[in-house]
T-cell receptor, first 116, second 112 residues
Framework: KAGVTQTPRYLIKTRGQQVTLSCSPISGHRSVSWYQQTPGQGLQFLFEYFSETQRNKGNFPGRFSGRQFSNSRSEMNVSTLELGDSALYLC???????????????FGEGSRLTVL | SQQGEEDPQALSIQEGENATMNCSYKTSINNLQWYRQNSGRGLVHLILIRSNEREKHSGRLRVTLDTSKKSSSLLITASRAADTASYFCATVLSGSARQLTFGSGTQLTVLP
């Protein structure tokens, strides 16, 4: 079974631009989450999608948005990029276990964004 | 913000020794999970322990959970150079479905 696939793996943007990152979850997984990882703030939850609906959102400005398609693939978008948005963006998929609680997450290799 | 802290921040041991990492958290949890991350790569799930469990084993891994102290520990026995990685604990907060809150991580270096 193929793992979580994230594209692109690396990208460089300049301040003010926008970026779209893509994530294909493991087949059969309907929950997709996004995390930002930086040296200073560590791993922080961005948002989670299930059945094309955003279910949870972390404490990030509105410049960070996402969506999920009917095939469970997800995209996240960051508009008006700032230097501080440079980070490794990780996507994870999971099965929704009983009670809707979080079981294990399966992570992709991440998209490393550098903002100049 | 992060749920808690991991201790130590960095750990260096010889191959064959045991490695113990600790994780503390602040609020009630549904479960606690441990993940491993090789440099610049994605995270790999190691083990999940539920709030009503006290200890769990998986191969060379042993995880304990003390909900009264809001702490967990990960023990890796007979470590190998390939265990060199960052290890993160992550909590699922009570009432917070499908969202992990990660600790700050422990960087483990196993010297051959």
């Amino acid at each position: 079974k193929a793992g979580v696939t994230q594209t692109p793996r690396y990208l460089i943007k300049t301040r003010g631009q926008q970026v779209t990152l893509s994530c294909s979850p493991i087949s059969g997984h309907r929950s997709v989450s996004w995390y930002q990882q930086t040296p200073g703030q560590g791993l922080q939850f961005l948002f989670e999608y299930f059945s094309e609906t955003q279910r949870n959102k972390g404490n990030f400005p509105g410049r960070f948005s996402g969506r999920q398609f009917s095939n469970s693939r997800s995209e996240m978008n960051v508009s008006t990029l700032e230097l501080g948005d440079s980070a490794l963006y990780l996507c994870a998929s999971s099965l929704v276990v009983a009670g809707g609680l979080t079981g294990e997450l399966f992570f992709g290799e991440g998209s490393r964004l550098t903002v100049l | 913000s992060q749920q808690g802290e991991e201790d130590p921040q960095a750990l260096s041991i010889q191959e064959g020794e045991n490695a113990t990492m600790n994780c503390s958290y602040k609020t009630s949890i549904n479960n606690l999970q441990w993940y491993r991350q090789n440099s610049g790569r994605g995270l790999v799930h190691l083990i999940l322990i539920r709030s009503n469990e006290r200890e769990k084993h998986s191969g060379r891994l042993r995880v304990t959970l003390d909900t009264s102290k809001k702490s967990s520990s990960l023990l890796i026995t007979a470590s190998r150079a390939a265990d060199t990685a960052s290890y993160f604990c992550a909590t699922v907060l009570s009432g917070s479905a499908r969202q992990l809150t990660f600790g700050s991580g422990t960087q483990l270096t196993v010297l051959p």
